[in-house]
């Protein structure tokens, strides 16, 4: 594998065949799994068995119990490897031609962390609201993440370029966003700009944004 990100189709692949929605690059998590009212899983993915990944690993196991590492060659000195992910209650996955076989699955380890009901609300939550998995886990973070937050503005931005400026109200219904009046008062991406109070045209810079990011007016 040349690239974290080239493991996470068949991660997804293997979590899919039972039966969970998976998305890729949730808050920070690699990949992530739910399915029905279960604990979310949490893969996280690396080229290579090494310290770094276990860490990511442990990090995760405050948000859930069921966290596994992914790797994409085979972890030298396997039997040392699979002790140290039973000690610390970490799945271990093994990713070579295109095909992702569990080695190990979590256990309760020794002692419990302690759970972040905050982060694992916030994890579920942009899993929830998130429109499809339009982003790799592993991608580079050099490469702006599909955030349910983004594809919000997007969807305001969409409307705007389609209609000319609207009130917030009718920008919020039409284009589904719920979080419009927020998203285009903090305006992070520069798209919106407030032309009368309570109305809102989309600028230069949100028309380049729906072209970098393929927007297609709706027929």
Same mark, same amino acid.
Request: hydrophobic share 45%.
């Given at each position: 594998?040349s690239?974290e ?8 692949? !293997?979590?899919e +065949?039972?039966?969970?929605?998976? %998305? =890729? ?5 690699d990949?992530? *799994?739910?399915?029905? $009212? ?29 966290v596994y ?12 490897v ?5 000690? !610390?209650?970490l +799945?271990?996955?093994?990713?070579? %031609? =295109? ?7 979590? *256990?309760?380890?020794? $002692? ?10 916030r994890?579920?939550g942009?899993h ?16 702006p ?34 979080k419009? *009046? ?5 305006d ?6 407030r032309?009368e109070r ?16 393929g927007?297609?007016?709706p027929?």
């Open positions: 594998m690239l990100s080239d493991l996470y189709a068949p991660v997804k692949a !293997l979590l +065949g039972q039966g969970y929605s998976v %998305k =890729g690059e949730v808050r920070g998590c990949v992530v *799994a739910v399915r029905g $009212v279960e604990p979310p899983i949490i893969v996280e993915l690396k080229r290579a068995f090494g310290i770094a990944v276990v860490l990511q690993g442990v990090s995760r196991l405050a948000i859930s119990d069921h590492l992914a790797v994409g060659a085979w972890p030298n000195n396997i039997r040392n699979r002790k140290l992910c039973r000690r !610390l209650g +799945g271990l996955i093994v990713v070579m %031609k =295109g095909r992702a076989d569990v080695l190990l699955d979590p *256990a309760p380890p020794p $002692v419990k962390p302690r759970k972040d009901k905050r982060r694992l609300g994890l579920l942009e929830a609201r998130r429109v499809g998995d339009p982003t790799l886990g592993g991608s580079s973070t050099r490469v993440l599909m955030t349910a937050y983004r594809q919000e503005a997007l969807r305001c931005a969409g409307f705007l370029a389609k209609n000319g400026p609207m009130k917030v109200a009718a920008i919020r219904l039409a284009a589904d966003a719920p419009a *009046a927020a998203i285009l008062s903090a992070h991406y520069g798209w919106f700009e032309t309570g109305i809102y045209a989309l600028t230069p810079k949100g028309r380049e944004g729906l072209q970098q990011h927007w297609k007016e027929s």
